[in-house]
């Protein structure tokens, strides 16, 4: 009876650790990590694209209004399959769209945004990156929906027609 | 006289030259226990990239702040969860990966000492 329940248990113990192995040996080596939301946005003062003065983060998210923050940059090629989405957003006066330039040349983005449009009522500069990282981005683009001054919603790549509807509905 | 001041600058320096070295330590252990997370198998540290670069910059940001080890920690573990530390503290998410090797060891260590009473 004591060696049936050995051998027994030692079997079920070689079959769960293989379902295991079996199970994780499938799964993608690529991790994204947990999608964080509901967390406070970031204080932080940084430079204007185009001002080329210091703002406050206080001074651009105000409560009880929501605001798109959209990381962006010039080398970026998903940032410009997204940007027809923005110019969308951009005529949907409920909601802000704010963007911040990560680790770009000036000049270049300059031309990014003549050539495609500017949806962008305010830009950020982000010249060393770690103003995305403090956000919760570790790419780009990455897109968050801000409300009362925390992050509902993120996206992490480009956003598509889908993301649209979803935005447009929690607007 | 001079001799003692002399002996004071030097150990000013090399005093100096130590609270240095032991942040730049400090940077590089907290940066050695973050994951890379646009990296395979890369801990911030060991990564030259983009996001990497930047990471370590924002960890020296936040110890000039005043952080600490820990807070860092906790800071980074908000933004981008668990993932993010190679070595994650116990927390219900890591129950099973802190508590199943000491059972296994505990269950292991009762089988070897019932069988040497068994045979003794």
């Given at each position: 009876m004591k060696k049936k329940l050995i051998s027994i248990s030692l079997a079920s113990i070689f079959i769960i650790i293989f379902f295991v192995f079996y199970k994780g040996l499938k799964n993608t080596n690529i991790y994204t990590p947990d999608v964080k939301i509901n967390y406070d946005i970031p204080v932080f003062s940084a430079n204007l694209f185009y001002l080329n003065e210091e703002v406050n983060s206080a001074n651009i998210f105000k409560k009880d209004k929501f605001y798109l923050v959209n990381i962006w940059s010039s080398?970026?090629?998903p940032c410009r399959d997204e940007h027809p989405i923005l110019m969308e957003l951009k005529?949907?006066?409920?909601i802000t769209v704010i963007g911040i330039n990560y680790k770009d040349n000036k000049k270049n983005a300059q031309n990014f945004l003549n050539q495609l449009g500017n949806p962008y009522k305010k830009i950020i500069v982000d010249q060393k990156g770690t103003l995305s990282i403090e956000w919760g981005?570790?790419?780009?683009p990455e897109t968050f929906v801000i409300y009362n001054k925390k992050i509902i919603k993120k996206y992490i790549g480009p956003l598509n027609e889908e993301s649209l509807i979803e935005i447009e509905k929690i607007i | 006289m001079k001799i003692l001041k002399f002996t004071l600058l030097i150990y000013f320096i090399f005093s100096l030259n130590f609270l240095y070295a032991s942040s730049e330590d400090k940077r590089n252990k907290i940066t050695k226990n973050l994951?890379?997370?646009?990296?395979?198998?890369?801990?911030v540290y060991d990564s030259d990239s983009e996001f990497a670069n930047s990471m370590k910059i924002l960890v020296e940001k936040k110890l000039d702040e005043g952080l600490s080890e820990k807070q860092i920690y906790k800071y980074m573990q908000i933004k981008f969860?668990?993932?993010?530390?190679?070595?994650p503290g116990l927390s219900k998410n890591t129950y099973i990966l802190w508590l199943l090797p000491l059972l296994i060891f505990l269950f292991g260590g009762a089988i070897i000492y019932k069988k040497l009473i068994k045979k003794n």
């Open positions: 080398w970026c090629v005529k949907n006066s409920n981005a570790f790419g780009v | 994951r890379c997370l646009v990296c395979q198998g890369q801990s969860g668990d993932w993010i530390l190679y070595d």
